[in-house]
């Protein structure tokens, strides 16, 4: 089993940035694929972005591309997003996802992961 923690969301000014990072525990072995997604109110889940363990592929949404960036951290089981120039519409509970399974394209279905964490909320305000 893999464990994962999120953390840094809050409320934010649009326009401005905000990091989250989500800790992985556990067989972390099993986190060779690692994604955030996003729910706003009353939507389905979407798909944000992923990153494979070599940091060598990562996949962004169209709506996302160009403001914000996933990385991560192997020695420290971490995987990061930084948001900036965020949108009210970015407002959303944010969740950390992996898989173990690795393969191009990455996927972006909630399908592809097998592990979630709780989710961080964020909060865009106009």
């Known amino acids: 089993q893999v464990q994962l923690v999120e953390s840094g969301g809050g409320l934010v000014q649009a326009g401005g940035s905000l990091r989250l990072s989500c800790a992985a525990s556990g067989r972390t072995f099993s986190s060779a694929l690692m994604g955030w997604f996003r729910q706003a109110p009353g939507k389905e889940r979407e798909f944000v972005a992923a990153?494979?363990?070599?940091?060598?592929?990562?996949s962004y949404a169209d709506s996302v591309k160009g403001r914000l960036t996933i990385s991560r951290d192997n020695a420290k089981n971490t995987v990061v997003l930084q948001m900036n120039s965020l949108k009210p519409e970015d407002t959303a509970v944010y969740y950390c996802a992996a898989d173990a399974r690795v393969g191009l394209p990455l996927p972006q279905s909630e399908n592809g992961y097998a592990y979630w964490g709780q989710g961080t909320q964020v909060t865009v305000s106009s």
């Open positions: 990153i494979l363990y070599s940091g060598s592929a990562y």
